[in-house]
């Protein structure tokens, strides 16, 4: 994407701030023509002094302590302007983000690694407080003080204001702007090895387990260690990038100073013209300096902001239309002639399949690994639409629900229960203020798991994060159970949720299945005979077709 495109639609999001920018913008100005004030009044008073010319050095005096006290007081109020300015955008772009990711769907996600979504939540975002904070408000910034600058040493010589013009606008434009243009690659680049080694972490954090058992220490450690090789040496680029920029910069500075000392000479200038100019080019290059590192910074801030820019505007599989209508009672669902293919592979993975439930009934589909059981979930809870065919509920097809009514409808469970680091109740109730706590704990007794709830110094009211130990699959998953029959939705769809448990366990959940279920439409999952049991009809499927 062009740079242009990313730069407008990180714009937008200053929009509201535009006061505040505004009010930053004049107090950096103020804070940096003090700075160049100190050492402009301190020439003119001297030059004064060696003419003989009669100085009030109290009133001089009085204006370098008060040119202090502006510049401190300026500088304080607009760091503090852009940076509450940068972090509440931060705030805001990350609520953006999780807005995108509730907008492109769970399917979208699971073609994307979680270190690379950890790396656009945090890192990515937090990377932009460079733009916000130390690249709008500087540029006018700059801007300005080079103006009031150019246009106080033209009033004593137009030449000498055009070469240090042409200094300032070296370092705050034209070599950051090469400087970002040759070297965009390496904020890319450095990018692409942050978020390898960031997954290649969480890899390692999440399957210890499986590393110790089956001895793979050094393989894991060799991988982390080639990963982070990598991110150095992309590091080493950046830094040596940067400090190349701040000493050409710096020459820069040297060499407008050296230019205006020589013309001002060579065209037989006054010696106190010729001076003031040294001096007001030796002081002015603050702002323009600040810029001059933005080409180097922005290096890997408009990285982090393309892969947002990208995450923001990916089109999702499926879309809900906020007029759709509702159900509020579940009477038959039916599948009619589904056909489904993954997003760029041509093989079907469910090929014109047709099932039919009526209210109260139970499904149980067994196949392979890999067959499309999960797949056909999937489909009921619209992560994609069928390529072919359709599924209806109440004869209305699924894709003219709304979402709150597809969520409303049913109720899901997985082999495995992600739970939150938060109370058992608020995991039970996932925080909804409509749910008692007797109806919490009726959950939780239907679900065989209060028991061992009290048992807890704190009970229901437990944080999961203090527990002593880790929670074991058959707890996780009667509190998945327990969550599901809170909510209480007409339709149950059951994805392999016995598949990590014992037989002494996976009977349990089974029949809590059979008593607290029996009167909601379920489609159970399964590759366990066992856990079909409970399913009034069993059909299988294989090489995408369903049979009895």
Not at 356 to 372: P, R, V
Not at 487 to 495: C, E, T, V
Not at 515 to 522: N, S
Request: glycine share 6%; hydrophobic share 45%; proline share 2%.
């Amino acid at each position: 994407m062009k740079d242009r495109t990313l730069i407008r639609w990180l714009l937008t999001f200053a929009k509201p701030f535009k006061g505040k920018m505004t009010l930053a913008i004049f107090l950096g100005i103020i804070s940096n023509l003090a700075v160049v004030a100190i050492p402009v009044i301190s020439t003119l008073t001297l030059l004064r002094l060696i003419a003989g010319t009669a100085v009030n050095l109290s009133l001089i005096l009085g204006l370098l302590i008060a040119c202090g006290i502006l510049r401190g007081v300026a500088r304080y109020l607009e760091q503090y302007q852009n940076h509450d300015i940068a972090f509440r955008l931060l705030a805001h772009i990350r609520e953006e983000i999780f807005a995108a990711l509730r907008k492109i769907g769970p399917a979208r996600l699971t073609g994307k690694n979680s270190g690379d979504l950890i790396t656009s939540i945090s890192t990515d975002v937090e990377a932009l407080e460079v733009f916000f904070a130390h690249t709008i408000s500087p540029v006018f910034i700059a801007i300005g003080t080079m103006l009031v600058t150019f246009l106080f040493l033209a009033s004593y010589d137009l030449g000498l204001a055009f070469l240090l013009l042409m200094g300032q606008l070296l370092i705050g434009a034209i070599i950051p702007f090469i400087s970002y243009r040759r070297n965009q690659q390496i904020g890319d680049d450095y990018k692409t090895a942050f978020v390898a080694v960031s997954q290649t972490i969480m890899e390692n954090a999440n399957s210890i387990k499986d590393i110790a058992q089956f001895q793979l220490e050094k393989t894991r450690l060799t991988k982390l260690n080639t990963d982070s090789r990598v991110l150095n040496q992309q590091n080493r680029r950046r830094i040596f990038q940067g400090n190349t920029l701040q000493l050409f910069s710096e020459a820069v500075v040297i060499g407008t100073t050296l230019i205006v000392f020589y013309f001002g000479n060579k065209h037989g200038l006054p010696t106190n013209t010729i001076i003031l100019s040294v001096v007001l080019s030796l002081s002015s290059f603050g702002p323009v300096l600040a810029l001059g590192n933005l080409g180097n910074a922005l290096l890997t801030t408009f990285s982090s902001g393309r892969r947002l820019y990208q995450l923001v505007h990916e089109e999702p599989f499926v879309t809900f239309d906020k007029n759709s209508q509702t159900i509020t009672e579940m009477e038959q669902l039916t599948a009619e002639q589904l056909s489904f293919s993954y997003p760029n592979q041509q093989k079907k993975v469910l090929d014109q399949i047709s099932l039919a439930l009526k209210k109260g009934q139970s499904i149980g589909i067994s196949g392979k690994s890999g067959s499309g059981k999960s797949t056909l979930l999937k489909l009921l809870m619209r992560y994609w639409d069928p390529a072919s065919g359709k599924i209806t509920v109440n004869n209305q097809e699924l894709s003219q629900l709304s979402e709150g009514a597809l969520h409303q409808l049913e109720g899901v469970m997985e082999q495995s229960t992600f739970l939150f680091e938060d109370t058992i109740a608020n995991n039970i109730s996932l925080k909804r203020e409509s749910v008692s706590q007797a109806a919490i704990e009726e959950a939780a007794k239907a679900a065989a798991i209060h028991d061992w709830i009290i048992s807890l110094p704190e009970g229901y009211q437990t944080e999961l994060s203090k527990l002593a130990r880790g929670i074991s699959d058959g707890e996780r998953q009667r509190i998945g159970l327990a969550r599901l029959l809170v909510y209480d939705a007409p339709l149950i769809l059951l994805d392999e949720p016995t598949s990590n448990l014992d037989y002494v366990n996976e009977q349990a959940i089974l029949a809590a299945f059979k008593e607290r279920l029996q009167d909601k439409t379920m489609i159970l999952v399964s590759h366990r005979n066992s856990t079909l049991k409970i399913a009034e009809k069993r059909l299988h499927l294989e090489q995408g077709k369903l049979s009895k």
